[in-house]
């Protein structure tokens, strides 16, 4: 399981952390904020991103293949639902869009090749937000 807590500090700057590491959010100076950290959306693609590289590193190393680098980068969108060419629905209104760039180097065969083309789309990130995710909010109130 994890777990993180977030507290406003000042403005829209939003301190971190996972009770072993601290960090910041915050939002741009255009949105209002004082850009002293990447946004909401910035961390969820970071997270995504991050979960990428390391599910793609963890199977080459338990197949014994040699990875010379990965990079993966996402870009989010929101793009009206008339525009969206490889949706299934015709919602109205604004589809959230993930677009990613996954570059990995090393000697791979084709079907290796294939298959990690298939496992950078697999990492848990990508699986949660690909199948959507259930929530229990809770409020309390002083």
Known sequence: MSQV???LKSGTQVSITNGRHQWSADEPASAGGADTGPNPY????GSLAACTCITIAMYCRHKEMV???VRASFE????HADDCEHCDDDPTGFIEHITSNV???GEFNEKQRK???QIATRCPVHKTLAN??????NATFD
């Open 76 to 79: 989010f969108s929101n793009i």
């Open 5 to 7: 807590s977030a507290e």
């Open 115 to 117: 298959r990690l083309a």
């Open 42 to 45: 910035e961390m969820l693609l």
């Open 103 to 105: 570059h990995i180097s």
């Open 67 to 69: 990875l010379e680098s």
């Open 132 to 137: 959507g995710v259930q929530f229990k909010d």
